[in-house]
């Protein structure tokens, strides 16, 4: 008698999608057969499933739904330089039993391989193809490229202002890494660098905004009041073959003198961590109100008299309530940037305005319920523009 398990996810999966196991038994043909799989998460029980023979002697189980639902996103605003994301990961194995018998009783069982789920989900095209290697920093990857966790092209530019703030992830499947920040001025010459010890693995996020960079390593307020752009980059500390450092993320500083209120978004993105966007024409504020009330019959007495004053209603409003909207234009924008803007922002179920300067972050809905990809052939100059409604709502005072 024996269990074999086939196949199993990746050691890093998106826990938004399908997490499915495959196994199978010799001993199908057995009365009262059927598969006995416990779920183990972060080391301990989480639950037990009764699962039966379904094509042949092979049956599957998806842990997807378990594992989705004990992650979480949080955006991480204390100033911190780099997190270990634990909230938006967990470790995971499967173990299964085979079960049967007049009276049903388990027998031979086998163990997955220790697995870890983070809260990502991908349309099921960048699924099948997702290669977790290609965001892993690692000594002993040789895959190329290793990228931070976000699907911004790469060819263009990625633009943050000093007061602003700028999130990236990676997974380290290693025993540490370092973070390496190089600052460039406008002849691309490197004005001031830094390595910072991470000492974490895993998952991880980096608060990659310039006040951050500037609180937690040796660069200085003037490095980056002389520079056009920096650089990012994960290096892992692993003995591993290859070097495994991750792709040198650029970022564009925003120095441009702009006519209107900038408004940055920050959003939970297809990875499980934080894009940002930051919309630079005009916004426009506007406000609908509801308006509470009942219709009371006309008139009023007066003594022995029954009379219509003018000062007597009949339509009476007891309360009102009012919400907040925003409409946020961006700037003129390449067709790769707007269509992957609509489909990160539109589709991400929570999203921040920031405020006072990257120290304040105000959930907002995004109320566009479809978006179509801009072409620059079709469409000419391309720009985007989004309504956002403010989750605070104003109740007044009754009447």
């Known amino acids: 008698m024996a269990v074999t ?16 196991f495959t196994f199978s038994s010799d001993e199908t043909a057995q009365p009262n057969f059927s598969f006995i799989v416990e779920v183990y998460v972060n080391g301990s029980l989480h639950s037990t499933h009764q699962v039966f023979r379904q094509f042949n002697t092979l049956s599957k189980f998806d842990c997807s739904g378990i594992l989705s639902s004990t992650l979480s996103s949080p955006l991480i605003v204390d100033g911190t330089l780099t997190t270990f994301y634990d909230s938006a990961i967990n470790e995971y194995y499967i173990i299964v039993y085979e079960k049967y018998g007049a ?10 391989a220790t697995l870890y789920a983070f809260n990502g989900s991908l349309r099921h095209p960048d699924w099948i193809d997702f290669d977790y290697q290609n965001y892993n920093a690692d000594t002993n990857n040789s895959t190329s490229p290793r990228l931070f966790l976000t699907s911004w092209p790469r060819a263009k530019r990625y633009y943050c202002g000093l007061d602003e703030r700028v999130f990236l992830g990676i997974i380290c499947d290693d025993t540490g890494m370092n973070l390496r920040v190089r600052i460039y001025n406008s002849s691309n010459t490197q004005i001031a660098t830094d390595l910072v010890a991470v000492t974490l693995s895993n998952f991880i996020v980096f608060d990659a905004s310039p006040s951050t960079i500037i609180a937690n390593t040796s660069i200085t307020q003037g490095n980056f009041d002389a520079a056009a752009y920096y650089t990012i980059e994960a290096r892992p500390t692993g003995g591993g073959a290859y070097s495994g ?4 993320f650029r970022i564009d500083i925003d120095l441009e003198c702009h006519r209107y209120d900038t408004k940055r978004l ?21 406000t609908n109100v509801e308006s509470y009330g009942y219709q009371r019959e006309k008139g009023v007495w007066d003594n022995t008299s029954y009379t219509y004053p003018l000062y007597q209603g009949e339509r009476v409003t007891f309360a009102k309530r009012a919400t907040d909207q925003l409409i946020l234009n961006s700037d003129w924008i390449s067709q790769e940037v707007q269509q992957w803007l609509v489909r990160s922002l539109y589709e991400s179920p929570v999203v921040y305005l920031e405020q006072e300067n990257g120290t304040e972050f105000e959930p907002v809905n995004i109320t566009n319920s479809s978006y179509q990809f801009k072409t620059r052939r079709r469409d000419g100059l391309i720009q985007e523009q989004i309504t956002i409604e403010r989750t605070y709502s104003y109740t007044s005072q009754l009447n």
């Open 103 to 112: 009276t049903p009783t388990t027998q031979a069982s086998d163990t997955s």
């Open 266 to 286: 920050h959003w939970l993105n297809k990875f499980g961590v934080w894009d940002s966007f930051t919309f630079t024409l005009v916004s426009v504020d506007s």
């Open 5 to 20: 398990i086939y196949d199993e996810p990746q050691k890093y999966s998106t826990a938004g999608n399908p997490l499915m």
């Open 245 to 248: 450092a991750s792709e040198a």
